[in-house]
């Protein structure tokens, strides 16, 4: 969706950081998300943040939230072949009523030796 | 396995025929969503049931598409008279909401591929 912007592709060596960007324009949204998707696979959930904190970390992953200028960005530490998949970037909020979820286009997270 | 279930995973049907999904969502959910999802893109929201009232649809769910969640446990989706651009991933998700519950975390199916040739 238009309201939400996500870079379409990132290729990273295994064993780097990963880092994918995502735009919002809903400044009322509550809670943001990040969601995996692996080929022909539903979405699972990995983690979310409150639109009060700036950071959140869980494990190799760490969000981190500019809300001033309604920036999100999710952080996988030590990337393995196994994270390779398309992570969405989610927000609710009265553009979409507090219980949709807004999704961006997804980036293609490629992962290599 | 107490996830998100749907029925079929895949679908393969005719222009014109009618089709029927089933979602199973986490037992106790009492909210249940569908969303669509096309190719190279994010998932968009079609309709919200919180117990067996269906609140929310969007505008993408024309007259051909129907849902229920008659009990407040599992949901169909029905589509009549399926069109080419009905061919997507069709994904089911459920969430606890209520007082204490904090974000409404929605939890989501494997979805049902809809091809329709």
């Known amino acids: 969706g238009e309201d939400v912007e996500q870079s379409l592709f990132l290729s990273v060596r295994e064993g780097d950081s990963s880092v994918i960007n995502c735009t919002y324009t809903?400044?009322?949204?509550?809670?943001l998300y990040w969601y995996k998707q692996e080929p022909g696979a539903g979405l699972q959930l990995l983690t979310y943040i409150f639109s009060n904190m700036d950071m959140k970390q869980d494990q190799r992953l760490t969000v981190l939230l500019n809300k001033k200028d309604k920036h999100l960005s999710l952080r996988i530490a030590d990337t393995q072949t196994g994270d390779s998949a398309i992570y969405f970037c989610?927000?609710?909020?009265?553009?979409?009523?507090?219980?949709?979820?807004?999704f961006g286009a997804g980036t293609r997270l490629a992962v290599h030796p | 396995d107490t996830g998100v279930s749907q029925d079929p995973r895949h679908k393969i049907t005719k222009r014109g025929q009618n089709v029927t999904f089933r979602c199973d969502p986490i037992s106790e959910h009492n909210r249940l969503y569908w969303y669509r999802q096309t190719l190279g893109q994010g998932p968009e929201f079609l309709t919200y049931?919180?117990?067996?009232?269906?609140?929310?649809k969007s505008r993408l769910l024309s007259d051909r598409f129907s849902a229920e969640r008659p009990k407040g446990s599992f949901s169909t989706l029905e589509i009549q008279r399926t069109e080419q651009g009905d061919s997507a991933m069709y994904l089911c998700?459920?969430?606890?909401?209520?007082?204490?519950?904090?974000?409404?975390?929605?939890?989501f199916g494997p979805g049902t591929r809809l091809t329709v040739l």
């Open positions: 049931f919180q117990n067996e009232a269906q609140l929310e």
């Open positions: 809903d400044s009322s949204s509550t809670y």
């Open positions: 998700a459920s969430s606890l909401a209520g007082p204490g519950t904090g974000t409404d975390t929605q939890y």
């Open positions: 989610a927000h609710d909020g009265l553009s979409g009523g507090y219980n949709k979820l807004i």
